[in-house]
């Protein structure tokens, strides 16, 4: 039993009223019902300590599993839509916006799949089917800045969106800047009717420019209905 439980059993003792006063101040405010009884006493006052314990973790736990969903769920560093986030987040948000082109109609399947991390990455490879023939190759890699698993803090570092037509050949590229410093920031190749490169190269230097794989979507489906393929 605490220090504190054995001092107040010899308050009670001492005197029922008193003890039941003392009580109030170390506790709750509220005084206790305490009989002079030694056995009722320590029954009580166990019973009683032992609640407010349970009470305080189930606080305790309570706070963690929130903080735990808040970062799960974290939507990234404010102002940079491709700041940092979890990689649960990242996954939610990805899984939503590929279903809502699913349910439209405009991707019609997909292959993309996240690969396990290697080396402080994670890979999101695959292709994209949609109307018109169209075609979207995706090569993008997530390097892990912190933690592991669904906690764990991603940011996209490296990407390539290529859209294609068949019967057309090529419509677009999107890349992340290249090493060597052959295109030091971010930019997109596009193509004319006949497949040749339209330039100069379309270069971007706001990063909060760059498209996200749904914006890269979104321009082929623009595309398609505006009759252009």
Known sequence: MSTLTSEMEGWAVRGGYEAAC???????????PIRADRSGLRIQICTYLMTRRHRRK????????????????????AGDRHGPTSFANYQQVHDACMQDFVDEGFVTSHTLEFGKPTHGHI???????????ITISVDKRLKVLKGKGPTATVR?????????????GPLFRYCSPHDGGHRPCHHVHRYD???????????????????????VIAEARELYYNREL
């Open 193 to 215: 009717a006949f497949g040749s490169e339209v330039l100069p190269v379309e270069e971007i230097w706001d990063s909060n420019a760059v498209p996200t794989l749904s914006n």
């Open 22 to 32: 003392l009580l109030k101040s170390q506790t709750t405010n509220k005084p206790l």
């Open 156 to 168: 996209a570092i490296e990407y390539r969106y290529h859209a294609q037509a068949d019967g057309r």
């Open 123 to 133: 890979a999101l490879t695959g292709e994209i089917r949609c109307l018109g023939s």
């Open 58 to 77: 189930g606080k305790r736990d309570a706070a963690k599993a929130r903080a735990a969903a808040a970062l799960l769920l974290s939507s990234g560093t």
